[in-house]
């Protein structure tokens, strides 16, 4: 993960709601993700929505959680849950299963 030593380092997590399953909102996340240089991960939920969590810079990870707010083409975003967290020090993005 690339990021400006001087920018402090933050966690968010998301929860993503409406039509975000099947149609590959969690691997247009990574490559977005993977672009901005955050760590992290994105996973499909069983009630349908998506989760994800994103560690970086505020300006990578801001842009990441707006990323999220649309989504790729044919996701209907709804409803986007947005929680601070303590960074852990993730340094990768993955998918989950």
Do not use: I, Y
């Given at each position: 993960m690339n990021r400006d030593?001087?920018?402090p380092l933050i966690?968010?997590?998301v929860?993503?709601?409406g039509r975000v399953q099947g149609v590959w909102?969690?691997?247009a996340t990574e490559r977005q993700a993977r672009a901005l240089g955050v760590g992290g991960w994105v996973r499909n939920?069983?009630?349908g929505?998506?989760?994800a969590v994103f560690e970086g810079g505020a300006g990578?990870?801001?842009r990441a959680v707006a990323y999220c707010r649309q989504g790729p083409p044919g996701a209907r975003v709804e409803r986007l849950e947005s929680f601070d967290e303590t960074p852990e020090g993730l340094l990768e993005f993955d998918v989950r299963y």
């Open positions: 030593p001087n920018e966690r968010r997590r929860v993503v709601h909102f969690r691997g939920r069983p009630d929505t998506v989760e990578a990870v801001g």
